[in-house]
């Protein structure tokens, strides 16, 4: 059984991820580098409200703040509350009709290891026939879009898109050092990408309505999906939103991705589907 080190050791790890000197720490902590040092090493045992504060300056995520209560032999100032209780019926009910009154456009919610939480019939469009061995329950947002025989296929500017998914997965690794995040970016950055005449690149693609766009492509805001759907190419800038100052693990490790279109076609296009 592996020991969870001292705090001290643990918040010095905290502050050499993030590049902090003690000095900039206890300036930042209204407290003392002497004090930081001692903390660190062992000598001085911080308070409950310390390991917190300390936490809050070094950005430490949510889950983490709690072992490093633990660690200080404090028990854990955050609750991690399963979506379904009872209690956090209002959330799930506002979630739901966040991802409903984004139709006809796709939203999905996902944890921290990209499994998806909720997703709406915007979603559900695009995973249309795929293997069903993708989509048992818990369907993973990652492995959805980067498998062979996912939405890779689908997607046009595969390279670009899918360097731009690794490098997203490799900050969250950096921040929170979870195994489970990592385990999955090892299994997903392995997959064979198989780009070829398909991973046509940004501005070399068509519009949803297959025809060419003028000038040679969309003058885009940011790295667009490209992504075929039913004969059509549609064009999508991702969003992701999560919850300012969280109470409760589970809430702080929730994301919110909406695709909004990028073009008018693909606008035009997802509008002609209905309701």
Request: proline share 8%; net charge negative.
């Amino acid at each position: 059984m592996t020991s969870t080190p001292p705090v001290g050791a643990l918040l010095r790890t905290w502050r050499e991820r993030r590049g902090i000197s003690q000095l900039e720490l206890a300036g930042r902590a209204d407290s003392s580098s002497r004090h930081i040092s001692f903390i660190e090493t062992g000598r001085s045992r911080p308070s409950k409200e310390m390991v917190l504060r300390l936490a809050d300056h070094l950005d430490v995520p949510v889950r983490e703040r709690n072992t490093l209560l633990l660690a200080a032999g404090y028990a854990p100032h955050y609750a991690q509350t399963p979506l379904d209780d009872p209690s956090m019926g209002t959330l799930r009910e506002g979630l739901e009709r966040l991802l409903t009154g984004y139709e006809p456009y796709p939203a999905l919610i996902v944890d921290a290891t990209y499994d998806v939480v909720a997703a709406n019939r915007g979603i559900a469009m695009l995973l249309d026939a795929l293997p069903e061995h993708l989509l048992v329950p818990p369907l993973n947002a990652m492995r959805i879009t980067l498998h062979p025989e996912g939405l890779a296929p689908r997607i046009r500017n595969l390279r670009e898109w899918r360097g731009h998914l690794l490098a997203q997965m490799e900050r969250q690794i950096a921040l929170s050092r979870s195994a489970p995040l990592r385990a999955l970016y090892e299994e997903v950055s392995g997959y064979p990408t198989g780009a070829g005449p398909q991973d046509a690149g940004v501005g070399a693609g068509s519009g949803a309505g297959g025809e060419p766009e003028p000038g040679g492509g969309a003058a885009y805001i940011a790295l667009p999906l490209l992504i075929e759907h039913d004969g059509h190419l549609l064009s999508f800038v991702s969003s992701i939103a999560t919850f300012n100052t969280p109470m409760d693990v589970t809430v702080a490790e929730l994301a919110i991705e909406t695709l909004l279109p990028a073009d008018a076609a693909t606008a035009k296009y997802l509008r002609s589907l209905g309701p």
